[in-house]
């Protein structure tokens, strides 16, 4: 079994892989000035972006939770893989060979989930193939009275699994597949009588992160023999999680990303039916309720930041789907985005809608979307009624916390107003209800915690999240990093101000500082103990200024609590839009500090001169010829 990969190979991948290109499947960056970028954090739940990412120098950080790594260290959390892992992801992306070293450490103890993903890659390319099979013929008639034709069961990798009991597994077995990886992938069931398939005579749909890798299976039942439920998932497994999974996201993320738009159905037919329409953002849960999880995974896609995009949900019009209706309700404020609910005429879910009225008529559904709030009051205002004195008061009193709880406060009287026609009561009790509502939950001190949930009507939270608030997708139980300073907690005086941009310059972009600069600079007084560790750093690899391991060798000369410092330096912004200006703002600021350091040490020299006794005309002399070497100096660094 091979050991270690070769480290040369670590390295050369990690120049190869664009840090953006992967952070970019699971966050939507924008940029945020020169070879910077910034989203949502995926590692907590945050409203306003604060996860930068710089790829040029391979780095990511967040200055709210404080994670920060490289591409690697990304990946790992990311994914929950082992560095190995990790390695063999990103190189199985770019198709990049990886050597290994017989016999050098252990080997990797965490391949099962490498296998895991390969396993179900495999059942994959299974299940499509035995769509075309004669014994396929139901799942193709089930198919074809939905709407959908081949080709459409290509685009989204419909399958079908035969009726057998171990024909996958045996199929797998030939391909190399043990029982023991095929049970761990969900793919086999444990019986009295030894392991059998999961998945029997059923439409198997393919699950995938939002990197396309096929992480579990949803499955369709086709036969009244079958005992099992309606539609059976995976179950969960080191790689799929259902609560943390959105069906059809690896297809609709890009469209969601450009549009701030996604669509959040109930079923995988809806979903093809949605993107066949031309409905591209459509999503859908995979045999679980809509949840907290899956609202911080859209929100990273869309980079839910501003509150322009658009969340829209369609819910079946009974029981049901009311009940789901308000389970999503309750969790609204978790988004920036406006939210809405679109309920087709009849009752139709958007596949249904299809086959009866044509695709159009699924697009038109999405532009008659109406107020998530406007949806929710209607539907509480039809347990009561009406007609009676005391169900007016009853819905006014059950619907009031509703509109109370609206953030935007210039949408409350409208709604107040509604409140009072749909009820039959006055505007002025409607507006006295809210009212009230809104300092009853003052009064019990309802906030929006650092989760986002709704428990009042307090707006974004502002504070420093905790690690309960982190997501499970990867979970943050304790720093990953030694604890040590940070970016901000250094002093916001000008003085420290400066000393920081100019290290931010040097560490960034050493190369456009210059060799002459840099080494003027790291001889340059800092008076911030932190910074001034890491200019020592840099001053001790100054004669090498730059390259591609710059900031690993600085990072190699300083203490291990000081890494994050280093990280955080190397990926916060830069105040400038262009290259152009990139060069003069770097050269600039750190001509400033060096400037800095020119005039205090004028001002010792003066000082000195001063206390020089008239006998003592050599020293003197010797001071002044320093103070003109000083000035010249001085002068020097504004003309190049």
Same mark, same amino acid.
């Given at each position: 079994?091979?050991?270690?990969?070769?480290?040369?190979? $670590?390295?050369?991948?990690?120049?190869?892989?664009?840090?953006?290109?992967?952070?970019?499947?699971?966050?939507?960056?924008?940029?945020?000035?020169?070879?910077?970028?910034?989203?949502?954090?995926?590692?907590?739940?945050?409203?306003?972006?604060?996860?930068? $990412?710089?790829?040029?120098?391979?780095?990511?950080?967040?200055?709210?939770?404080?994670?920060?790594?490289?591409?690697?260290?990304?990946?790992?959390?990311?994914?929950?893989?082992?560095?190995?892992?990790?390695?063999?992801?990103?190189?199985?992306?770019?198709?990049?060979?990886?050597?290994?070293?017989?016999?050098?450490?252990?080997?990797?103890? /965490?391949?099962?989930?490498?296998?895991? *993903?390969?396993?179900?890659?495999?059942?994959?390319?299974? +299940?499509?193939?035995?769509?075309?099979?004669?014994?396929?013929?139901?799942?193709?008639?089930?198919?074809?009275?939905?709407?959908?034709?081949?080709? %459409?069961?290509?685009?989204?990798?419909?399958?079908?699994?035969?009726?057998?009991?171990?024909?996958?597994?045996?199929?797998?077995?030939?391909?190399?597949?043990?029982?023991?990886?095929?049970? #761990?992938?969900?793919?086999?069931?444990?019986?009295?009588?030894?392991? @059998?398939?999961?998945?029997?005579?059923?439409?198997?749909?393919?699950?995938?992160?939002?990197?396309?890798?096929?992480?579990? +299976?949803?499955?369709?039942?086709?036969?009244?023999?079958? #005992?099992?439920?309606?539609?059976?998932?995976?179950?969960?497994?080191?790689?799929?999680?259902?609560? #943390?999974?959105?069906?059809?996201?690896?297809?609709?993320?890009?469209?969601? /990303?450009?549009?701030?738009?996604?669509?959040?159905?109930?079923? @995988?037919?809806?979903?093809?039916? =949605?993107?066949?329409?031309?409905?591209?953002?459509?999503?859908?849960?995979?045999?679980?309720?809509?949840?907290?999880?899956?609202?911080?995974?859209?929100?990273?896609?869309?980079?839910?930041?501003?509150?322009?995009?658009?969340?829209?949900?369609?819910?079946?019009?009974?029981?049901?789907?009311?009940?789901?209706?308000?389970?999503?309700?309750?969790?609204?404020?978790?988004?920036?985005?406006?939210?809405?609910?679109?309920? =087709?005429?009849? !009752?139709?879910?958007?596949?249904?809608?299809?086959?009866?009225?044509?695709?159009?008529?699924?697009?038109?559904?999405?532009? =008659?979307?109406?107020?998530?709030?406007?949806?929710?009051?209607?539907?509480?205002?039809?347990?009561?009624? &009406?007609?009676?004195?005391?169900?007016?008061?009853?819905?006014?009193?059950?619907? =009031?916390?509703?509109?109370?709880?609206?953030?935007?406060?210039? *949408?409350?009287?409208?709604?107040?107003?509604?409140?009072?026609?749909?009820? !039959?009561?006055? $505007?002025?009790?409607?507006?006295?209800?809210?009212?009230?509502?809104?300092?009853?939950?003052?009064?019990?001190?309802?906030?929006?915690?650092?989760?986002?949930?709704?428990?009042?009507?307090?707006?974004? %939270?502002?504070?420093?999240?905790?690690?309960?608030? %982190? /997501?499970?997708? %990867?979970?943050?139980?304790?720093?990953?990093?030694?604890?040590?300073?940070?970016?901000?907690?250094?002093?916001?005086?000008?003085?420290?101000?400066?000393?920081?941009?100019?290290?931010?310059?040097?560490?960034?972009?050493?190369?456009?500082?210059?060799?002459?600069?840099?080494?003027?600079?790291? #001889?340059?007084?800092?008076?911030?103990?932190?910074?001034?560790?890491?200019?020592?750093?840099?001053?001790?690899?100054?004669?090498?200024?730059?390259?591609?391991?710059?900031?690993?060798?600085?990072?190699?000369? &300083?203490?291990?609590?000081?890494?994050?410092?280093?990280?955080?330096?190397? $990926?916060?912004?830069?105040?400038?839009?262009?290259?152009?200006?990139?060069?003069?703002?770097?050269?600039?600021?750190?001509?400033?500090?060096?400037?800095?350091?020119?005039?205090?040490?004028? /001002?010792?020299?003066?000082?000195?001169?001063?206390?020089?006794?008239?006998?003592?005309?050599?020293?003197?002399?010797?001071?002044?010829?320093?103070? *003109?070497? &000083?000035?010249?100096?001085?002068?020097?660094?504004?003309?190049?």
């Amino acid at each position: 079994m091979a050991g270690r990969i070769r480290q040369a190979d $670590v390295e050369e991948l990690k120049q190869r892989i664009n840090i953006a290109d992967v952070i970019g499947d699971y966050v939507t960056l924008k940029s945020a000035g020169v070879g910077s970028m910034k989203g949502l954090c995926p590692f907590h739940d945050e409203r306003s972006p604060s996860f930068h $990412v710089r790829p040029t120098v391979g780095y990511f950080h967040c200055f709210g939770c404080g994670e920060s790594g490289d591409v690697y260290t990304f990946v790992q959390k990311m994914d929950h893989l082992s560095f190995t892992e990790s390695i063999e992801r990103l190189a199985q992306r770019i198709n990049f060979e990886l050597h290994y070293e017989e016999g050098s450490g252990n080997p990797n103890e /965490s391949g099962n989930r490498s296998r895991i *993903l390969a396993a179900n890659s495999a059942a994959a390319e299974f +299940f499509v193939a035995q769509l075309a099979t004669p014994g396929a013929a139901e799942g193709r008639k089930f198919l074809g009275e939905r709407g959908f034709d081949k080709a %459409a069961a290509e685009h989204f990798g419909i399958g079908y699994a035969p009726k057998a009991w171990n024909e996958l597994r045996d199929h797998l077995k030939s391909q190399g597949f043990t029982e023991e990886e095929q049970l #761990q992938a969900g793919l086999l069931s444990q019986g009295d009588k030894g392991v @059998y398939d999961r998945f029997r005579g059923r439409v198997i749909w393919p699950i995938r992160d939002t990197t396309g890798q096929t992480i579990g +299976f949803g499955a369709r039942k086709l036969f009244d023999d079958d #005992q099992g439920p309606k539609y059976l998932n995976t179950p969960e497994t080191p790689v799929y999680h259902k609560q #943390q999974v959105l069906y059809g996201l690896d297809l609709a993320k890009r469209d969601i /990303s450009k549009t701030r738009r996604v669509v959040v159905v109930e079923g @995988y037919t809806d979903v093809m039916a =949605a993107h066949l329409s031309g409905v591209t953002t459509a999503v859908a849960t995979c045999g679980t309720s809509f949840g907290v999880e899956h609202i911080k995974l859209i929100r990273r896609i869309m980079g839910d930041d501003s509150g322009l995009g658009e969340v829209i949900f369609t819910f079946d019009p009974d029981a049901a789907g009311q009940k789901a209706a308000m389970r999503a309700f309750a969790e609204e404020q978790r988004f920036a985005a406006q939210t809405f609910v679109a309920v =087709a005429p009849e !009752g139709l879910d958007p596949c249904d809608l299809r086959l009866a009225r044509g695709e159009q008529a699924v697009r038109d559904l999405m532009d =008659a979307k109406v107020p998530m709030f406007e949806f929710v009051i209607r539907q509480m205002l039809g347990n009561y009624n &009406l007609d009676t004195v005391e169900g007016r008061v009853a819905a006014l009193r059950e619907a =009031a916390p509703v509109v109370a709880d609206i953030r935007d406060s210039a *949408l409350r009287p409208g709604y107040t107003r509604e409140l009072a026609r749909l009820t !039959g009561v006055d $505007v002025s009790e409607a507006q006295v209800a809210v009212s009230n509502a809104v300092k009853a939950s003052r009064s019990k001190g309802m906030q929006t915690t650092a989760e986002g949930a709704r428990q009042g009507y307090a707006g974004p %939270a502002t504070a420093r999240p905790d690690a309960s608030a %982190a /997501s499970t997708a %990867a979970p943050v139980s304790a720093p990953s990093e030694p604890e040590g300073p940070r970016v901000f907690e250094l002093a916001n005086d000008p003085s420290t101000r400066l000393e920081r941009d100019a290290l931010m310059a040097l560490i960034q972009y050493p190369e456009l500082v210059g060799l002459e600069l840099a080494s003027d600079a790291v #001889q340059s007084a800092i008076m911030d103990p932190n910074l001034a560790t890491v200019r020592d750093a840099i001053g001790a690899n100054v004669n090498e200024l730059g390259g591609e391991t710059w900031l690993e060798r600085i990072q190699h000369d &300083l203490p291990a609590d000081f890494k994050p410092l280093v990280t955080q330096l190397a $990926v916060a912004p830069l105040p400038q839009k262009n290259e152009e200006q990139t060069q003069i703002y770097c050269r600039g600021v750190v001509i400033s500090l060096i400037e800095r350091d020119l005039v205090r040490r004028k /001002s010792e020299l003066v000082g000195r001169l001063q206390r020089t006794s008239v006998d003592q005309g050599e020293i003197s002399r010797e001071i002044q010829r320093e103070l *003109l070497d &000083l000035e010249t100096k001085r002068r020097s660094l504004r003309e190049d």
